[in-house]
Structures are given as C-alpha cells and as structure tokens.
T-cell receptor
Framework: EDQVTQSPEALRLQEGESSSLNCSYT??????LFWYRQDPGKGPEFLFT???AGEEKEKERLKATLTKKESFLHITAPKPEDSATYLC??????????FGTGTRLQVFP | SQTIHQWPATLVQPVGSPLSLECTVE??????LYWYRQAAGRGLQLLFY??????ISSEVPQNLSASRPQDRQFILSSKKLLLSDSGFYLC?????????????FGSGTQLSVL
C-alpha cells in the first residue's frame, strides 16, 4: 500500500539551531515529491517539487533533498517566522497524490 | 498570475442544515480542480476532483457532493450536514510540470457542525 510518513510529528528549535525534517515514502513508482508549508488556519503553500533521487532544491533557509526512499527538508539557522507545519506529498505512478500528516515546527527566539 | 479564492473562511452550521462552499480560480483556463478535507492530526483527504465543466469524480463515499457549473468555479455542497462533516476544507487547482501535476491551494474553510 502506498504510504507517506513524516517525522518528527513536532519539532521545537531555538532560533539559529539548524535541523532536518524527514519524509519517508513507500509508493508504486515515484513521479514527484512535493513539500508545502502550512500556517495555522491557512491553506498549504507550495515550496518545492523533486522528481528524482539526488535532486536538491533551495529557497532561502530551506533545502529539500531526495533519495529513493525518503526526502529531507533541511532548515538552516531558522527564524521564528519559519514556524509552521511542513507537509510532504508524493505523486505515485498510479497518479494518486498521497499526503503525510506533517511536521509542526516551532522556532523560539 | 493565477489566484484561487475560497469562501467563507469560517462557518458554523447546525446538524441537518445545508452547505455550500465556493471556490474560483483566476488567471488560468480549464484547470483541474480539487476539494480536500483536512482533519486534525491526519493527512489531507481528497474528496472530489474535476477535469472540466460538469465532470466530477468522487474519491470517498460521503454526505457531500460537488459541482462545476463554470470552467473556473467549483462548489462543495451538502443537503444535510452531519457532525462528522466538521473539518478544514481546501480547494485546489493544479498545473503540470515535467509531466507531473502539482497543486496550489486556497486559504481554506473551517467548518464546524454543531
């Protein structure tokens, strides 16, 4: 069965303390992996698409990487405004889009 | 540029009352449109998607229905709400890149059924 698992469920960081969020997946052929940021009470905001193992994308303090089994969202020197829930989603060969349950990130000054 | 509008932002409805949530997309033609529901601590659940006017596919049997009366308008409805219909409802549209669709979401509607 196609599955996407995100860890940890919640992460508390001090401002400037770098860390990584994990998205592991088991799908029948990966067509694309997506990262979104969601603020409380808002819709998810698109961040990155990764298509193949070894690919990397960067945006400000965020960097997404992809292997054959998982993706990491690295946050370098986070700021309080990076606090949000980060969602991972995988598009499988079946064309289904499967979302993880997200990692809730809190960055404290 | 493309934008998606979804309203209302919050809604409190009694059990048994009807529901109508509306979503419109600007800046694109013939988009694929989606309705998702997000429950606390759970991943986004696809409810309906549409590839064109009058074309609706349902992913999960439920108390809800969807309609697409115009190219860029998508409506989520219910004749009689249940307590279990409470949740955060998201409309989305998609664009294809490198042969893979990616979704862009509206701001969501928090529905509370009491």
């Amino acid at each position: 069965e196609d599955q996407v698992t995100q860890s940890p469920e919640a992460l508390r960081l001090q401002e400037g303390e770098s860390s990584s969020l994990n998205c592991s997946y088991t799908v029948s052929g990966l067509r694309g992996l997506f990262w979104y940021r969601q603020d409380p009470g808002k819709g998810p905001e698109f961040l990155f698409t990764l298509y193949s193992a070894g690919e990397e994308k960067e945006k400000e303090r965020l960097k997404a990487t992809l292997t054959k089994k998982e993706s990491f969202l690295h946050i370098t020197a986070p700021k309080p405004e990076d606090s949000a829930t980060y969602l991972c989603a995988v598009r499988a060969n079946t064309d289904k889009l499967i979302f993880g349950t997200g990692t809730r990130l809190q960055v404290f000054p | 540029s493309q934008t998606i509008h979804q309203w209302p932002a919050t809604l409190v409805q009694p059990v048994g009352s009807p529901l109508s949530l509306e979503c419109t997309v600007e800046g694109t033609s013939n988009p694929n449109l989606y309705w998702y529901r997000q429950a606390a601590g759970r991943g986004l659940q696809l409810l309906f998607y549409s590839v064109g006017i009058g074309q609706i596919s349902s992913e999960v049997p439920q108390n809800l229905s969807a309609s697409r009366p115009q190219d860029r308008q998508f409506i989520l409805s219910s004749k009689k709400l249940l307590l279990s219909d409470s949740g955060f409802y998201l409309c989305a549209w998609s664009v294809s890149g490198q042969g893979v669709e990616k979704l862009f979401f509206g701001s969501g509607t928090q529905l509370s059924v009491l």
